[in-house]
């Protein structure tokens, strides 16, 4: 688990550091400066560290499917090799997908006002600028995200089905709450990032507003990363005792 977590906190640094910089900077100066190349950059980064965060988070609900439901099987299972070979997949599942996804937004022509209404450079911020026809854009990113958002999300609600149906069959209610307690921050960083990732892009074009975008995109890249390190933080004994020892200190 914490083998997943360290390249999960990873794919977050690289989330937050392609978007949170240079919407400070819009921020503290009113406005910002970025290269179309620069901007095709920035998309393709946010769109294949998004990506590989998704196959993380399935990875890691396969992961407490195997803890809980085949306990005796785990460590047989979820050897070392396994682990980096699911790490590598998801890597490289993120970063090829997003290849696609920006190969068609690279190609389009940009003619008419060069002002972004976003804090940075989203596709559908990118696709109002341009003057091509971009049916086939918002077609394909609809359909990739069907095999990057939908089917996890389905493999982590099956996976979870499962784990709830084996709590369920513990006879003490301590031992259903201690089984549980090992999943409970996963799940809750689960609901939060599909939460959010579902309602921006899995939809048809053109079903929300642009500022619905915006709002949904700042819950995505900002608030939910946030939330990560505390989620999985406080749900640590350890944690948890260094962090009454500071407020008794404090005190």
């Known amino acids: 688990?914490?083998?997943?977590?360290?390249?999960?906190?990873?794919?977050?640094?690289?989330?937050?550091?392609?978007?949170?910089?240079?919407?400070?900077?819009?921020?503290?100066?009113?406005?910002?400066?970025?290269?179309?190349?620069?901007?095709?950059?920035?998309?393709?980064?946010?769109?294949?560290?998004?990506?590989?965060?998704?196959?993380?988070?399935?990875?890691?609900?396969?992961?407490?499917?195997?803890?809980i439901c085949k306990p005796l099987h785990y460590a047989s299972t979820m050897n070392s090799s396994l682990c980096l070979r699911l790490v590598?997949?998801?890597?490289?599942?993120?970063?090829?997908?997003?290849?696609?996804?920006i190969s068609l937004i690279s190609e389009l022509y940009f003619c008419g006002p060069n002002e972004i209404n976003h804090f940075f450079c989203d596709h559908a911020a990118i696709l109002r600028l341009s003057c091509s026809d971009t049916s086939a854009v918002e077609i394909e990113v609809f359909v990739l995200s069907i095999p990057c958002f939908l089917c996890p999300f389905v493999i982590i609600i099956i996976s979870y089905i499962y784990i709830f149906i084996t709590v369920l069959r513990i006879p003490s209610t301590t031992g259903r709450q201690k089984t549980f307690s090992t999943c409970s921050s996963h799940l809750a960083v689960v609901c939060m990032f599909y939460?959010?990732?579902?309602?921006?892009?899995?939809?048809?074009?053109?079903?929300?507003?642009?500022?619905?975008?915006k709002f949904l995109s700042l819950m995505y890249a900002i608030v939910t990363p946030l939330f990560n390190p505390l989620i999985y933080s406080l749900r640590n004994k350890l944690m948890q005792q260094a962090l009454w020892k500071i407020i008794y200190r404090k005190q």
């Open 1 to 67: 688990m914490y083998f997943f977590l360290r390249h999960l906190s990873l794919c977050e640094i690289l989330f937050t550091t392609t978007t949170i910089p240079n919407m400070l900077h819009v921020i503290l100066a009113g406005r910002s400066f970025i290269s179309v190349s620069g901007c095709i950059a920035q998309l393709y980064f946010y769109a294949s560290s998004g990506i590989a965060e998704c196959f993380l988070l399935t990875v890691m609900s396969y992961d407490r499917y195997l803890a």
């Open 195 to 213: 939460g959010t990732l579902i309602a921006l892009y899995v939809k048809p074009p053109g079903k929300h507003s642009f500022k619905a975008n």
């Open 88 to 101: 590598i997949y998801s890597w490289l599942g993120g970063f090829l997908i997003a290849v696609i996804a």
